[in-house]
């Protein structure tokens, strides 16, 4: 489950166009500390003495920094407030300006995902260990509580941006419930961001993914690619979709456990309707190419591959999880996607009773 968000807190905390970070390094031995904010291309290294260092740099409440020295690491706003760092084994950074700094919104963010991150996972185990529920009413309640929780979690990510629209904190809450919403909703919740968010590589990510989901939305003709296979031959999707046939595409990597459990589904359905005009093909995605061809020979993969796919059908589909199962019709239109289960051979049977 994704992390959760902190609960809103109104109004901001006096901020300058510095932040100031006096810091504690907790141990023997450390000279320096690494400071680095990615998105304000700062990286540097800052003297210890007496096992204290300082540093000033540009308020931006927008990114996120960190400070490290040797195994020791904590993340940090630029808010524009003073910020108290401890570094060592129990890392923490906190704001002199109190509860309404963005600084401190972030620190009760974390503590508030662990402790629901953490509420969940019990309830769930508690159902599971429940000996009195039958295997079905087992299966539902766990349906039920997940639903229940990220419906909530949603809801609360949605009150948390509109609380943090112009800070780093908003980012976060897109993260978290970016997998769980339609497009035309997240699409609606990002255009309620800051003029600078919009401008984030993050969010400028999540729309580009709209976009290719859009134009690779159930109805469109497919996008064609190629890709330099293992055995260092080029071949498309273009050679096994469209060509008058049925084709089930099956994006996935041998080290997804999901993705190793459809394969007997998919098989099942191969079997089972490929003498009436289905074909399947996988396509190896974000995996090494002879662990690909390892894991497709244990597991009985007796159709057509594409291996060392990487990411380039990903980037073309907006694919983001895996396993992705499409449906293509005859002359390549896109029938349906994300198939999993048994809703894989409910849809073949559509059209190949």
């Known amino acids: ?26 141990s023997d031995g450390i000279d320096e500390v690494n400071v680095i904010i990615p998105d304000l291309q700062i990286d ?11 540093v000033e740099l540009p308020a931006d ?3 996120m920094g960190s400070i490290q020295a040797a195994s020791y690491g904590v993340e940090f706003i630029p808010d524009g407030t003073s910020l108290a760092v ?10 002199k300006a109190g509860a309404k700094s963005v600084q401190e919104r972030f620190n009760e963010y974390q503590t508030r995902s662990m402790a629901i991150q953490n509420d969940f996972a019990a ?4 159902i599971t260990a429940d000996q009195s529920l039958s295997e079905e009413e087992r299966t539902a309640r766990l349906q039920e509580n997940y639903d229940k929780v990220i419906s909530e979690f949603v809801d609360y990510n949605k009150e948390v941006l509109s609380a943090n629209s112009d800070n780093v904190i908003a980012l976060f809450t897109v993260q978290n419930v970016a997998g769980m919403m339609e497009d035309p909703q997240l699409d609606s919740l990002l255009n309620t961001l800051s003029a600078k968010l919009q401008e984030n590589r993050f969010v400028k990510t999540v729309r ?7 134009e690779t939305s159930e109805g469109r003709m497919f996008k064609d690619f190629t890709v330099e296979d293992s055995d260092g031959r080029s071949v498309s999707l273009s050679d096994y ?18 993705c190793k459990e459809e394969i007997p589904n998919i098989k099942a359905v191969y079997d089972k309707y490929r003498s009436k005009g289905l074909e399947v093909l996988s396509v190896a995605v974000w995996d090494d190419p002879q662990a690909t061809r390892d894991t497709a020979k244990v597991y009985g993969v007796n159709w057509k591959q594409i291996v060392n796919a990487q990411r380039i059908p990903t980037e073309i589909y907006g694919i983001e999880s895996i396993p992705h199962i499409i ?24 059209y190949l009773k």
């Open 327 to 350: 449906l293509f019709g005859p002359d390549g239109t896109i029938l349906k996607r994300e198939l999993r289960g048994e809703a894989i051979e409910a849809e073949v049977a559509r």
């Open 86 to 95: 401890v570094l060592g084994v129990e890392s923490s950074v906190s704001s």
């Open 61 to 63: 409440p927008t990114v």
């Open 241 to 258: 979709v469209g060509k008058g046939k049925y084709v089930l595409v099956d994006f996935w990597a041998s080290w997804c456990g999901p």
């Open 208 to 214: 580009e993914s709209i976009r290719v989901r859009e």
């Open 123 to 126: 309830q769930m185990e508690q």
């Open 1 to 26: 489950m994704a992390a959760v968000a902190v609960a809103a807190l109104a109004g901001c905390a006096r901020v300058s166009d510095v932040t100031r970070i006096t810091g504690t390094v907790v």
């Open 44 to 54: 540097t290294l800052v003297p210890v003495t007496d096992g204290r260092f300082k």
